[in-house]
């Protein structure tokens, strides 16, 4: 525990919510330690940020809730849309910490918080997004790190690193929004220059 954040085993707690060696838990665990390394190495090139423990943690838990979701191209054969599995990663890390004692709001957090490049109320009810209407933008640093670190790996096709431009592409689906938010986070994160100084 530092600063009252406790660090977690992430991969104990994956191995609670897959028990199985399964191609869907191989996946799980191959795809979230592309995004730790990508956090850690954008982290690392920002000086002072969040406890890499922390953000280690978080990025290995942040998909934790795909396997109640429906995405059989990726093996996951639950029920729940696949839009949902932040809500429901971050409802299951919190019944797990409760159970034993550990505050895992933090890493709750993260899950929620991930997908595109954050989701607000808005776009929930105008894209009619089966999860609660609030906002689920990343606020803390580990949140937006381990969000923007996420977008430059897919779950299929060939999980290769993704150029800027190629998940500019993707998230444009989602509205000229979901892409501003996106370039904010490079900005933060020094990957791009801001506008002016281009």
């Not at 953000?55 to 696949?82: F, K, N, Q, S, T």
């Not at 159970?99 to 997908?115: F, K, N, Q, S, W």
């Not at 009619?128 to 670190?149: F, G, H, Q, S, V």
């Amino acid at each position: 525990m530092k600063d009252g954040i406790v660090i977690p085993d992430p991969l104990a707690i994956i191995q609670y919510f897959y028990r199985q060696d399964t191609p869907l838990r191989r996946l799980l665990i191959a795809h979230s330690e592309q995004v730790r390394d990508k956090a850690l190495a954008i982290g690392t090139g920002c000086g002072a940020g969040p406890d890499p423990r922390m953000v280690a943690a978080g990025a290995m838990l942040h998909d934790i809730g795909i396997g109640r979701c429906h995405a059989p191209a990726i093996c996951c054969e639950g029920d729940a849309d696949y839009i949902a599995h932040g809500v429901i990663g971050g409802a299951m890390l919190r019944e797990y910490g409760a159970a034993r004692g550990m505050d895992l709001e933090v890493y709750a957090r993260i899950c929620e918080r991930h997908t595109g490049s954050g989701i607000t109320a808005a776009e929930v009810i105008r894209q009619r997004l089966p999860i609660p209407r609030r906002d689920y933008l990343p606020e803390t640093p580990a949140e937006k790190l381990i969000c923007l670190a996420d977008k430059f790996f897919s779950k299929s096709g060939d999980r290769r690193e993704k150029s800027l431009d190629r998940i500019r592409s993707s998230l444009a689906k989602f509205g000229p929004e979901a892409v501003d938010r996106f370039d904010a986070l490079c900005i933060e994160f020094s990957l791009i220059q801001p506008p002016s100084v281009r």
